[in-house]
């Protein structure tokens, strides 16, 4: 952060953006950029205009990123899934009895995300990964859930993780391999993870669109500039 703003500074940056790339707002990851962010600028003696980004979890931009990113990857395959599975990263559940939106953001995102795919509430399922701990987290446990859908007749599945804006060790090898196994072991018979935004075309350009938005820039003029 640091080191970002000093080269930002030199290249006589007057006004910055900072965006936190977590779609669903909590304490403990846009908060945690946030806290990083002014804890730079408490050290600074010229602080530029700035100004700071908060969740996206709902905008048009971003959902239709998403949308696009199934559509093309079930393209790619020869069967169709019985199921989409939504899994998010997990949260304590004391977290959101003490105020923080985190879960009502990614149940949103699932919602709105099944709207714009055209799909039945039924097709999808929202879970949440990576607990770790003792004490209670959020439920469904996408582990857990892994396990089970077979049980319940779907037996081929689509695993998307929304709330991750680039791949990492718990897309890559908590869901493509660990869940990927447990899928299968169940008795799943086809399994397929959907890769996050990462660069991709519709990532980039849907955090351009969100940035103009935020410093109140035409975002059709200044696409076409």
Known sequence: MQQALDELKAANCHEIVMLPL?????????????????????????IPAFRVGHAYHDPPAYIEALAQSVRNHLNT???????????????????????????????KTSRLLTKALGLNPDQVRTTF????????????????????LPNEGIKKLAVITPGFAADC??????????????FLEAGGEDFTFIPCLNESTEGVDMI??????????DVRNSKAA
């Open 77 to 107: 395959l020869d069967w169709t899934p019985d199921m989409i599975l939504m899994s998010y990263h997990g949260l304590p559940v004391r977290y959101h009895k003490n105020g923080d939106p985190y879960p009502c953001h990614c149940w």
């Open 129 to 148: 990964q990576s607990k770790f701990g003792r004490e209670e987290w959020l439920t469904p446990a996408t582990d857990a859930t892994l396990e089970e």
């Open 169 to 182: 060790v718990e897309t890559l090898e908590e869901i493509n391999t660990e869940g990927r196994s447990a």
């Open 22 to 46: 977590y779609p669903q707002y909590s304490a403990v990851t846009t908060g945690a950029a946030y806290d990083a962010f002014f804890k730079v600028l408490q050290q600074t003696r010229y």
């Open 208 to 217: 351009e669109t969100l940035i103009l938005e935020m410093l109140g820039a």
